[in-house]
């Protein structure tokens, strides 16, 4: 299990991992955001969200996996396809991936686009 961390390999797959949750929630949640001239229609978003896990799934899948997801990550640690440390390194990874594209998305969008940052609640 050390050996699996001190690798270069472990640590460009977390980074995947982190960059892929990242990108898909910038992605995901801006195409959701309300912009004044027009709203988006649940078609649209559903779209940039299937485009966006498909590309990042691909794209990055041969790194890291392509979970992109902690539910998934969890899945695959149940069925011993994972270890532990790396699901815990995936797990944390993704999670402040989804932090870091929330904000990012925060700070990049107008004000008067960003209302609640597309959440539905």
Same mark, same amino acid.
Request: net charge positive; hydrophobic share 60%.
């Given at each position: 299990?050390?050996?699996?961390v ?7 797959a977390v980074? %995947?991992?982190? @960059? +892929?949750t &990242? ?5 995901? =949640?801006g195409? $959701?955001?309300?912009w004044?001239? !027009?709203?988006?229609?649940i ?5 940039a ?15 890291s ?5 902690? %539910?998934?990550? @969890? +899945?695959? &640690?149940v069925?011993?396809?994972?270890? =532990?440390?790396? $699901?815990?390194?995936?797990?944390? !990874? ?8 929330a904000?990012?998305?925060?700070w990049?969008a ?12």
């Amino acid at each position: 299990m050390k050996k699996e961390v001190c690798s270069v390999a472990f640590f460009k797959a977390v980074f %995947a991992e982190f @960059l +892929a949750t &990242l990108i898909f929630v910038f992605f995901g =949640l801006g195409s $959701a955001l309300k912009w004044p001239s !027009a709203l988006p229609s649940i078609l649209q978003i559903s779209i940039a969200f299937g485009l966006a896990i498909g590309t990042l799934a691909q794209a990055l899948g041969p790194v890291s996996g392509g979970h992109i997801n902690p %539910a998934i990550t @969890l +899945a695959l &640690l149940v069925g011993n396809q994972i270890s =532990l440390l790396r $699901a815990i390194f995936y797990v944390a !990874a993704q999670l402040v991936g989804a932090i870091a594209g929330a904000a990012l998305l925060y700070w990049l969008a107008p004000l008067n686009a960003r209302g609640n940052l597309a959440v539905n609640a």
